[in-house]
């Protein structure tokens, strides 16, 4: 039955328990019960023994002890529950009292045997109409010498029916009990695996690839409660990065088809009949310029998804930022010369931090490459380093086209591309500040942009400085 | 016939442009979204091209606008997803038909070709009037057992003559058709360009085709 389902293990479980729990339970009751209503008749006899013992004593044990002065001085004998025998020192009976009528209940074996050591002897002996008795044989000695043997016995029969109907009563209300606890744990199981229930049927509908469906659990602090909101959590989580993940091909696919596009449209264009050597070059030189860019973009999506996998080597290293800020400002001069956009130095704090000098650097190019290609011709593109707290603070302002308050949320996305920006370059991937983020991000600093639409963009990268060597 | 392109990547609206222009369509081209959905709304293209993917007012808002409004121009779209969900969408918005980037220039112009024959209730896509024949896919024009050849331009010109033969066509309507938005309205290069196709059509032949209706326009007819 390893595929029977946890209720009913459950029940079975707790039905085996509890069955063995009244089984131990009844038998000790049956056991405890009849073990003291034995010894209760044990005691009476002893006791009738020895008031029995102490009149004969008084008669000096003579054979003339006739049945009235026994009587007389043991009323109980007329309760009619217990009788007397007196046996000869041979073990014949010499008196027995009225009670036992014509009864012939012979001394034993046993009992003879040890009243001539001395012993008293408790017996239980059952005769053939099957009414059972206790008997108790106490030997009475003279001077070392057995003189006679006192019999007193009982009928055991009203604690046997005692008995009985107790046995009875365990017998019958032990499975009743089982039963309907059995009945009452199927139920609580049932309650209790209800939300199990809920919450696999849901992951079923998860499982068919609904990544929306939620599960639903009333209870919220329970074992289950907790067991649906960890598990909703983690729905949510991987809905979130499936659409991600949907949203970053559909990108990517679309960015890689524009190019694409143009090549195939402009080759085929082309070809469609004889043209002058001019025309044949332009087509050449913007097919080169699409091919460039499809490059740019699978070389950046290469670098981002092994980052995601988290396969990029960081050598890290002290980098003093103000060369490094030097070297990017001389770089971006010439990238801005056709525009006459002028790159110019602000502060410039000497600063080292720890990190990869080629991830540093690509960090800076990306920016001034953005501040130069959304800014206008003539305009200026201010670098600036300064060191604020335990920081190093680095500013790449521009006089360009900026970026709306709402769409800045979004530029750090891989894609994401301003309209504005579409329109005014078309060179550009949108993946360059996703890379920048990346780097920051590994160096345990913090990259913002303040932007003002028309009027320019501050982008700001907070790096911690080289921690002091201990 | 005129053509609209609607298409914010300036280097693939620029070659959709030239080949549509060298098989002697008038183009305008528009890179944003809610200019070409005033321009789909106030000018009588015979054919609009239309990528979804746009600024301003994405491609299926735009299509689903002037359908609504009234504009029954044909209307090809340019996905570059190549989902089905998209192009669903693109036909139910009101597309006749849709194209898949990248795609092939050929493709294309014989998809445009298509669209606006059947706005035009052409069915063999040759057209004749009188013994003048010109076939649009070859764009072969012979009158009688003569080919004649003709410009880019006036071959526009007789093709949108020829397809509205019978019907008088005063000059907003012709400048609407063959020429586009860069056309000098004032100048009398229609009356120009009718005098050219006068000459090479109907020059020292006993019936003239192309008929001036005085005060309107021109007519097209084979019987007098
Ligand atoms: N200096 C800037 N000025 C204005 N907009 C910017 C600037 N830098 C970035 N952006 C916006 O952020 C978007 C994403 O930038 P990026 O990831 O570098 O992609 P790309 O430079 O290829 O367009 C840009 O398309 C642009 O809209
Ligand atoms: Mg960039």
Known sequence: MSQASIRVRLTLWYGTALALILILFAGTIYFVISRGLRDQVDASLEEAASVAIRTLGEHRFGPFLIFEDLSQNFPELALLDKFFQIFGPAGQVTIQSANIKSREIPLSQTAFQASLKGQATFESVRFDEGVPFRLLSVPIRHTERLVSILRVGTSLYPTEKMLQRLLLALVIASPIAIIVSLLGGWF?????LMPVNVITCAAQRIADGDLTQRITSPRSSDEIGRLASVFNDMIARLEI???????????????????????????????????????????????????DRMSRIVDELLFLSRADLGEIKMTMSPISLDSLVREVQLQATILGQDRQIETILGTVEPIVVDGDELRLR??????????????????????????????????????????????????????????????????????????????????????QMQSSPGAGSCFTVLLPLRAPVV | MRILVVEDEPKVAS????????????????????????????????????????????????????????????????????????????????????????????????????????????????????????????????????????????????????????????????????????????????????????????????????????GSGYVMRADV
């Not at chain 1, 609580?188 to 209790?192: C, E, S, T, V, W």
């Not at chain 2, 305008?28 to 239309?50: F, K």
């Not at chain 2, 057992?145 to 005063?170: F, H, P, S």
């Open chain 1, 188 to 192: 609580l199981a049932g309650r209790a």
């Open chain 1, 241 to 291: 990065s499936f659409r991600q993940i949907r949203q970053f091909s559909a990108d990517a696919s679309h960015e890689l088809r524009t190019p694409l596009t143009i090549t195939k449209g402009e080759t085929e264009l082309a070809l469609r009949r004889p043209r002058e050597a001019d025309d044949y070059r332009q087509v050449l030189e913007s097919n080169l310029e699409e091919i």
């Open chain 2, 15 to 214: 070659f959709i442009r030239r080949a549509l222009e060298e098989e002697s369509y008038a183009v305008d081209v528009c890179a944003d979204g809610q200019q070409g959905q005033d321009w789909a709304q106030s000018i009588d293209y015979d054919l609009i091209v239309l990528d979804l993917m746009l600024p301003g007012i994405p491609g299926l808002e735009l299509l689903k606008h002037i359908r609504k409004s009234g504009v029954k121009t044909p209307v090809m779209i340019l996905t570059a997803r190549s989902e089905v969900d998209q192009r669903v969408k693109g036909l139910d918005a009101g597309a006749d038909d849709y194209l898949t980037k990248p795609f092939a220039i050929e493709e294309l112009l014989a998809r445009a070709r298509a669209l606006l024959r059947r706005a035009g209730g052409v069915p063999t896509g040759v057209l004749e009037v009188g013994d003048l024949v010109l076939n649009p896919v070859t764009r072969e024009v012979t009158r009688g057992d003569q080919r004649i050849e003709l410009t880019t331009k006036e071959y526009a010109l007789l093709e949108y003559l020829m397809r509205n033969a019978g019907r008088v066509l005063t000059r907003p309507m012709i400048t609407e058709h063959v020429w586009d938005l860069d056309f000098d309205t004032f100048t009398n290069v229609i009356d120009v360009y009718i005098s050219y196709l006068r000459n090479k059509i109907d020059k020292g032949r006993e019936q003239s085709l192309i008929q001036t209706v005085r």
């Open chain 1, 362 to 447: 690509e960090l800076l190019l990306n920016l001034v490459d953005n501040a130069i290609k959304y800014s206008h011709p003539n305009s200026q593109v201010e670098l600036s380093l300064r060191q604020i707290d335990a920081q190093a603070e680095l500013k790449v302002c521009d006089h360009g086209i900026g970026v709306s308050d709402l769409e800045q949320q979004r530029i750090f996305d891989r894609f994401y591309r301003t309209d504005t920006a579409r329109a005014h370059a078309s060179k550009g991937t949108g993946l360059g500040l996703a890379i920048c983020q990346w780097i920051v991000d590994v160096h345990q600093g913090t990259i």
